[in-house]
């Protein structure tokens, strides 16, 4: 199995009922502070909070039922856990949630609510992934990873799909680099619409594992994670990481104040709530990492998550 | 000259190539919280952050080109003054704005980048009137009044137009009440869409007067305006009065409390952006003062123009 079109529409028709159709909107103030067109995908406005829905979504209801009862186990900063949290709950199966230590208090509180039952360890990849094994030893719960599995990044590519779908002239998209499952299916299913569409990943500087792996030919972790945008802090996937090569354009890095900027942007010129992680796109843009005059850019918002009491401004 | 479906059904059609077609979202906690489906019509989302677009724009665009050579001038709290400013741009004429000196920030410069002519007043309705009618003596501008205008009520109620065309089957529509521009647009539209569809107006009790006019039978000013809800401070129009006394259902009064905290739910739960005059009829709910248990209600999301530095927790 691998990721192609066919597998993110099975992915679409899957999680139709229980996922929202996003609005795209725009914005005459930045586009005219870009001097281009920008059709920004407002997955801060999906259940959760965040695109990450889509994914778990899927993945949870692509289980058979033998596998299923034992429940479904993940380890994320957040908004991957609070996607599996209400999948399994639609569902009607336990979720096992290890998330790290220095999540912020609204996407713990977001896991919580849907039922899911958490465990925090340190802030590490080796805690997190040894915690999370640890749990589906006790319980038999199937992994259902956050960005390394197919079924989850089919399912993230249904927000590229209904974009295009919306806008199917689009020269460029733009999306933020975490782990890549969203990376991968916006990228595989917009190469599939759209050979021609080029498709730039953008990450922080401060966590800039996928700009130094894309130069290099390999997985390179960063050497020191240190930016705002919790949602980025991840390392690219083994399974992520050859799709990003054959499918994506070119990998763009931000600057901390880029972020935040970007960031105040998207608050007071549209009025929606973006987390950081979902301004790095166009932090890129007003950094003038990515050259959008004249062009129609598809942007993905991928989450709002914020906590309301710390603000970073 | 009156209001009719007829007449917003036209301004409907004039000013569709500049106003966005806001989405109407909807939100499973908000759900949960009432016992209801609630359909939030986002006019938070609208060209200038608010529902004002549509009637300055409906009342500018109607003006034949003689009258329009003058200009336009109005006196506003903020965002009629912006939505007056911009269709005037967008119309390439000159817009006198009178303004009060305690607008918050953002309205203000929301007025000055459409390119509106500002001249601060003291924040009383008086002060407000008699320097606006100064200023149309001097240049000959048309007034574009705020509310007390059958061609900006017509623009107000395309919105509830839109809102119904997405979801016919409502049985109550929410809506605040300032001057009553809105209000009337909405409840005009809907009753002659569907008469046993009810009408809530719902206003901070700091300033009582659409609730105090409607039990009197009479225009009664508020005794003393106080609420954080910049844009309900305005007393009832004369135009308005009595299409709410033949349209409207009830009015209900909120706290400032109330509105405050609906309108952190509706940040954090929605992730879009209100200001406090857009949460009242959320905190009419919230406060037990409206029973939407089992109904399907509309809620016309007036505007999302706060000052970010100045948030209200």
């Not at 039922?65 to 709950?89: C, K, L, P, Q």
């Not at 040894?130 to 079924?151: G, K, V």
């Not at 782990?179 to 953008?202: D, E, N, S, W, Y």
């Amino acid at each position: 199995m691998s990721l192609d079109l066919a597998a993110i529409r099975t992915a679409h028709d899957r999680i139709r009922p229980h996922i929202v159709r996003t609005p795209v909107l725009t914005n005459e103030w930045l586009d005219a502070a870009c001097g281009g067109r920008l059709f920004f995908k407002c997955e801060n406005l999906q259940h959760v909070g965040a695109f990450k829905a889509r994914g778990a979504t899927n993945a949870i209801f692509s289980l058979s039922d033998a596998e299923a009862v034992h429940g479904v186990a993940t380890h994320s900063s957040g908004n991957h856990a609070a996607a599996v949290a209400r999948a399994a709950r639609l569902r009607g199966i336990p979720a096992f949630i290890v998330m790290p230590s220095n999540s912020n208090a609204a996407k713990i509180r977001n896991v919580e609510r849907f039922g899911g039952r958490i465990t925090l360890c340190e802030p590490t990849n080796a805690a997190r992934e040894a915690a999370c094994a640890r749990l589906i030893t006790e319980t038999s719960a199937t992994l259902i990873h956050p960005f390394n599995d197919y079924r989850v990044m089919a399912g993230q590519g249904t927000a590229a799909l209904e974009l295009l779908e919306d806008h199917p002239g689009l020269d460029l998209i733009l999306c933020p680099v975490g782990g890549g499952g969203l990376l991968c299916g916006t990228a595989v299913a917009a190469k599939a619409l759209h050979p021609a569409l080029r498709i730039i990943a953008t990450e922080p500087a401060g966590a800039d594992d996928a700009a130094r792996s894309f130069q290099a030919g390999q997985v390179v972790p960063a050497t020191k994670v240190e930016t705002i945008a919790d949602g980025l802090r991840t390392t690219i996937g083994p399974l992520n990481f050859p799709l990003i090569q054959r499918y994506v354009d070119d990998v763009v890095t931000v600057t901390e104040a880029g972020i935040i900027t970007a960031m105040r942007r998207l608050w007071e010129e549209m009025k929606i709530i973006v987390e950081p992680s979902a301004a790095v796109p166009l932090a890129a843009i007003l950094e003038g990492k990515v050259r959008v005059a004249g062009l129609r850019t598809g942007i993905i918002l991928s989450g709002g998550n914020v906590d309301l009491a710390a603000l970073p401004w």
